[in-house]
Protein backbone atom coordinates (compact mmCIF):
# COMPACT_ATOMS: atom_id res chain seq x y z
CA UNK A 1 0.00 0.00 0.00
CA UNK A 2 0.81 3.87 0.06
CA UNK A 3 3.36 4.69 2.43
CA UNK A 4 3.98 8.26 3.83
CA UNK A 5 7.68 9.29 4.93
CA UNK A 6 7.40 12.04 7.98
CA UNK A 7 9.89 13.98 9.13
CA UNK A 8 11.30 14.79 11.52
CA UNK A 9 10.25 12.00 13.88
CA UNK A 10 10.55 15.03 16.94
CA UNK A 11 11.49 18.06 17.47
CA UNK A 12 12.30 20.22 21.06
CA UNK A 13 12.50 23.98 20.20
CA UNK A 14 12.32 27.02 22.36
CA UNK A 15 9.00 29.39 22.37
CA UNK A 16 9.32 32.12 19.67
CA UNK A 17 11.08 29.46 17.06
CA UNK A 18 9.50 28.85 13.49
CA UNK A 19 8.74 25.25 13.01
CA UNK A 20 8.86 23.06 9.91
CA UNK A 21 8.09 19.68 9.11
CA UNK A 22 7.57 17.57 5.65
CA UNK A 23 6.08 14.40 4.12
CA UNK A 24 6.73 13.22 1.31
CA UNK A 25 5.21 9.68 -0.94
CA UNK A 26 6.17 7.52 -3.14
CA UNK A 27 2.76 7.76 -5.37
CA UNK A 28 0.55 10.87 -5.60
CA UNK A 29 -2.45 12.19 -3.78
CA UNK A 30 -5.20 14.45 -4.78
CA UNK A 31 -5.92 15.89 -1.36
CA UNK A 32 -3.12 16.48 1.59
CA UNK A 33 -4.47 16.91 5.22
CA UNK A 34 -2.62 18.02 8.37
CA UNK A 35 -3.85 17.29 11.88
CA UNK A 36 -2.75 18.00 14.97
CA UNK A 37 -3.16 15.53 18.03
CA UNK A 38 -2.95 16.95 22.00
CA UNK A 39 -1.77 14.68 24.96
CA UNK A 40 -4.97 12.60 25.36
CA UNK A 41 -6.70 13.54 22.79
CA UNK A 42 -8.11 12.36 19.00
CA UNK A 43 -6.22 13.70 16.32
CA UNK A 44 -8.16 17.25 14.70
CA UNK A 45 -7.67 18.72 11.42
CA UNK A 46 -5.71 21.81 10.88
CA UNK A 47 -5.28 22.26 7.28
CA UNK A 48 -6.46 20.72 3.87
CA UNK A 49 -5.14 20.64 0.78
CA UNK A 50 -6.46 19.83 -2.25
CA UNK A 51 -4.75 21.34 -5.44
CA UNK A 52 -1.31 20.81 -6.22
CA UNK A 53 0.91 23.73 -5.46
CA UNK A 54 -1.73 25.46 -3.30
CA UNK A 55 -0.40 27.09 -0.29
CA UNK A 56 -2.66 27.41 2.43
CA UNK A 57 -2.92 29.14 5.81
CA UNK A 58 -4.69 28.87 9.23
CA UNK A 59 -3.53 31.45 11.52
CA UNK A 60 0.44 30.60 12.53
CA UNK A 61 0.19 27.66 10.41
CA UNK A 62 0.80 27.58 6.92
CA UNK A 63 0.89 24.39 4.56
CA UNK A 64 1.77 23.49 1.14
CA UNK A 65 0.96 20.68 -1.21
CA UNK A 66 3.85 20.14 -3.49
CA UNK A 67 3.87 20.62 -7.28
CA UNK A 68 4.51 16.75 -8.28
CA UNK A 69 1.10 15.75 -5.51
CA UNK A 70 4.11 13.23 -3.81
CA UNK A 71 5.08 15.57 -0.86
CA UNK A 72 3.38 18.39 1.50
CA UNK A 73 4.95 20.84 4.18
CA UNK A 74 3.54 22.16 7.31
CA UNK A 75 5.32 25.51 9.07
CA UNK A 76 4.51 26.61 12.14
CA UNK A 77 5.38 30.20 13.20
CA UNK A 78 6.57 31.98 16.44
CA UNK A 79 5.81 28.90 18.14
CA UNK A 80 3.88 28.85 21.83
CA UNK A 81 3.55 26.25 24.35
CA UNK A 82 0.27 25.19 23.24
CA UNK A 83 1.46 24.30 20.15
CA UNK A 84 2.90 20.62 21.99
CA UNK A 85 1.55 17.90 20.47
CA UNK A 86 2.19 15.03 17.60
CA UNK A 87 1.42 16.45 13.96
CA UNK A 88 -0.30 13.98 11.59
CA UNK A 89 0.02 14.23 7.95
CA UNK A 90 -2.69 12.22 5.80
CA UNK A 91 -3.24 11.91 2.20
CA UNK A 92 -6.04 10.80 0.15
CA UNK A 93 -6.89 9.87 -2.97
CA UNK A 94 -10.23 10.60 -3.47
CA UNK A 95 -14.00 11.18 -2.50
CA UNK A 96 -14.44 8.28 0.12
CA UNK A 97 -10.92 6.90 -0.35
CA UNK A 98 -9.13 5.60 3.13
CA UNK A 99 -6.50 7.97 4.44
CA UNK A 100 -2.72 6.78 4.56
CA UNK A 101 -1.27 8.85 8.00
CA UNK A 102 2.21 9.33 8.67
CA UNK A 103 3.89 8.25 11.55
CA UNK A 104 3.81 11.79 13.02
CA UNK A 105 5.72 14.05 14.22
CA UNK A 106 6.16 15.16 18.15
CA UNK A 107 6.60 18.95 18.89
CA UNK A 108 7.68 20.17 22.06
CA UNK A 109 7.97 23.24 22.86
CA UNK A 110 10.03 25.05 25.97
CA UNK A 111 8.59 28.17 27.39
CA UNK B 1 -23.31 17.91 19.90
CA UNK B 2 -21.19 15.49 20.86
CA UNK B 3 -19.64 14.32 18.00
CA UNK B 4 -17.79 10.89 18.31
CA UNK B 5 -17.94 9.55 21.55
CA UNK B 6 -15.41 6.67 22.39
CA UNK B 7 -16.21 4.24 26.18
CA UNK B 8 -14.77 2.82 27.65
CA UNK B 9 -11.36 5.41 27.96
CA UNK B 10 -8.79 3.25 29.59
CA UNK B 11 -9.63 -1.07 29.46
CA UNK B 12 -7.50 -4.05 31.29
CA UNK B 13 -7.60 -6.72 29.48
CA UNK B 14 -5.93 -10.34 30.52
CA UNK B 15 -4.89 -12.48 27.75
CA UNK B 16 -7.92 -14.53 25.58
CA UNK B 17 -10.52 -12.21 27.24
CA UNK B 18 -13.40 -10.41 24.73
CA UNK B 19 -14.57 -7.11 24.66
CA UNK B 20 -16.25 -4.32 22.54
CA UNK B 21 -14.89 -1.13 22.24
CA UNK B 22 -18.07 0.82 21.52
CA UNK B 23 -18.32 3.73 19.29
CA UNK B 24 -21.20 6.50 18.61
CA UNK B 25 -21.44 9.33 16.86
CA UNK B 26 -24.26 12.17 16.33
CA UNK B 27 -23.62 13.99 12.97
CA UNK B 28 -24.93 11.39 10.59
CA UNK B 29 -22.10 10.53 9.35
CA UNK B 30 -22.42 7.35 6.78
CA UNK B 31 -18.27 6.97 6.88
CA UNK B 32 -16.71 5.54 10.13
CA UNK B 33 -13.69 3.87 10.89
CA UNK B 34 -11.35 2.29 13.32
CA UNK B 35 -7.51 3.14 13.93
CA UNK B 36 -4.76 2.04 16.12
CA UNK B 37 -1.80 4.27 17.53
CA UNK B 38 1.00 2.82 18.89
CA UNK B 39 4.66 4.87 19.24
CA UNK B 40 6.07 5.02 16.23
CA UNK B 41 3.91 3.55 13.96
CA UNK B 42 1.46 6.50 14.01
CA UNK B 43 -2.15 5.71 12.60
CA UNK B 44 -3.53 2.44 11.11
CA UNK B 45 -6.45 1.38 10.15
CA UNK B 46 -8.17 -1.55 11.44
CA UNK B 47 -11.65 -1.67 9.80
CA UNK B 48 -13.89 1.22 8.19
CA UNK B 49 -17.43 1.22 6.90
CA UNK B 50 -19.20 3.56 4.41
CA UNK B 51 -22.75 2.92 5.80
CA UNK B 52 -25.01 1.10 7.63
CA UNK B 53 -24.64 -2.76 6.76
CA UNK B 54 -21.27 -2.19 5.03
CA UNK B 55 -17.67 -2.92 6.57
CA UNK B 56 -14.39 -3.40 5.21
CA UNK B 57 -10.77 -4.23 5.99
CA UNK B 58 -8.12 -1.82 6.65
CA UNK B 59 -4.36 -1.93 7.35
CA UNK B 60 -4.19 -4.48 10.06
CA UNK B 61 -7.77 -6.07 10.18
CA UNK B 62 -6.56 -9.20 11.98
CA UNK B 63 -8.17 -10.20 15.42
CA UNK B 64 -10.85 -7.39 15.23
CA UNK B 65 -14.42 -7.99 14.38
CA UNK B 66 -16.39 -5.03 13.41
CA UNK B 67 -20.52 -4.44 12.58
CA UNK B 68 -22.35 -1.77 11.50
CA UNK B 69 -26.27 -2.20 12.23
CA UNK B 70 -27.06 1.62 12.84
CA UNK B 71 -25.29 5.05 11.00
CA UNK B 72 -24.45 5.72 14.43
CA UNK B 73 -22.77 3.00 16.09
CA UNK B 74 -19.61 1.29 15.07
CA UNK B 75 -18.46 -1.46 17.60
CA UNK B 76 -14.95 -3.05 17.31
CA UNK B 77 -14.72 -6.03 18.54
CA UNK B 78 -11.74 -8.01 20.26
CA UNK B 79 -12.47 -11.86 20.28
CA UNK B 80 -9.13 -13.33 21.94
CA UNK B 81 -7.13 -10.11 23.40
CA UNK B 82 -3.64 -10.86 22.51
CA UNK B 83 -0.33 -8.88 24.03
CA UNK B 84 0.37 -7.02 20.89
CA UNK B 85 -3.26 -5.68 20.68
CA UNK B 86 -2.74 -3.07 23.75
CA UNK B 87 -2.75 -0.16 22.00
CA UNK B 88 -4.29 3.31 22.21
CA UNK B 89 -8.08 2.75 19.70
CA UNK B 90 -9.33 5.88 17.70
CA UNK B 91 -12.81 5.86 16.32
CA UNK B 92 -13.53 8.58 13.46
CA UNK B 93 -16.37 9.59 11.41
CA UNK B 94 -15.88 11.62 8.04
CA UNK B 95 -18.31 13.50 5.93
CA UNK B 96 -16.53 14.58 2.92
CA UNK B 97 -12.48 14.50 3.24
CA UNK B 98 -12.61 15.53 7.28
CA UNK B 99 -12.03 12.87 9.67
CA UNK B 100 -13.65 13.74 13.25
CA UNK B 101 -12.18 11.53 15.69
CA UNK B 102 -13.15 10.17 19.16
CA UNK B 103 -10.85 10.66 22.58
CA UNK B 104 -9.87 7.07 22.07
CA UNK B 105 -9.66 3.90 24.12
CA UNK B 106 -6.29 2.82 26.26
CA UNK B 107 -6.19 -0.63 26.00
CA UNK B 108 -3.50 -2.53 27.88
CA UNK B 109 -3.71 -6.75 27.33
CA UNK B 110 -1.68 -8.52 30.08
Known amino acids: GQQLNQSPQSMFIQEGEDVSMNCTSSSIFNTWLWYKQDPGEGPVLLIA?????ELTSNGRLTAQFGITRKDSFLNISASIPSDVGIYFCAGQNSGYSTLTFGKGTMLLVSP | NAGVTQTPKFQVLKTGQSMTLQCAQD?????MSWYRQDPGMGLRLIHY???????DQGEVPNGYNVSRSTTEDFPLRLLSAAPSQTSVYFC?????????FGNGTRLTVT
Open chain 1, 49 to 53: LYKAG
Open chain 2, 49 to 55: SVGAGIT
Open chain 2, 27 to 31: MNHEY
Open chain 2, 92 to 100: ASRMGQQLH
